[in-house]
């Protein structure tokens, strides 16, 4: 299945990335075909860091697939068309320790030459090598709207910076 998708460098997508986060949204997952969670998320950010191309993802340590992106050294970022913004809707509502995501949505997992896991029914995957991490320290908020709107239970996201590593484009 994975010659069903075309390498792209980075600066091949030509997608807009504020609607690829905050209107597509996406699946951040990570660890291997074996054992695995995802996480559908809407927050996030690409660019260029330390003179490399970066991906950017942020996530609760209350999420399950944190666990995953805490021991696995790359994650992935899967976009979808949106005809199937049901999967979206339901990584979003349900824990991956409660439902076999994959199984309820009909998702079919592969594995990247790195052993990260996308899926086949994706239409762009960018795969990442976390290089940096970081906990949203909220005394750092010089907008504290931010705190009290996006915050109130003070669970506090951790930051990953990924190095981009390999991106994937559904062949049509």
Request: with cysteine.
């Amino acid at each position: 299945m994975y010659n069903t998708f075309t390498e792209l460098k980075p600066e091949q997508i030509t997608e807009n990335p504020f609607k690829l986060v905050g209107a597509d949204w996406m699946l951040v997952t990570a660890g291997n075909k074996d054992s695995f969670n995802m996480m559908t998320a809407g927050w996030g950010g690409f660019g260029v860091l330390w003179n490399k191309n970066v991906c950017i993802c942020l996530v609760r340590p209350s999420r399950y697939t944190y666990e995953f992106l805490e021991k696995n050294d790359t994650f992935t970022l899967t976009f979808f068309d949106q005809s199937q913004r049901s999967i979206l809707d339901f990584c979003g509502r349900h824990s991956g320790r409660d439902y076999n995501k994959a199984a309820e949505t009909g998702l079919t997992a592969i594995e990247t030459k790195n052993g990260s896991v996308f899926f086949n029914e994706a239409r762009l995957v960018i795969e990442c090598r976390k290089i940096y991490y970081q906990d949203i320290d909220p005394s750092n908020f010089i907008d504290t709207e931010i705190d009290a709107e996006c915050y109130p239970q003070k669970d506090y996201h951790r930051v990953y910076v990924g190095e981009v590593i390999t991106c994937l484009k559904k062949n049509k």
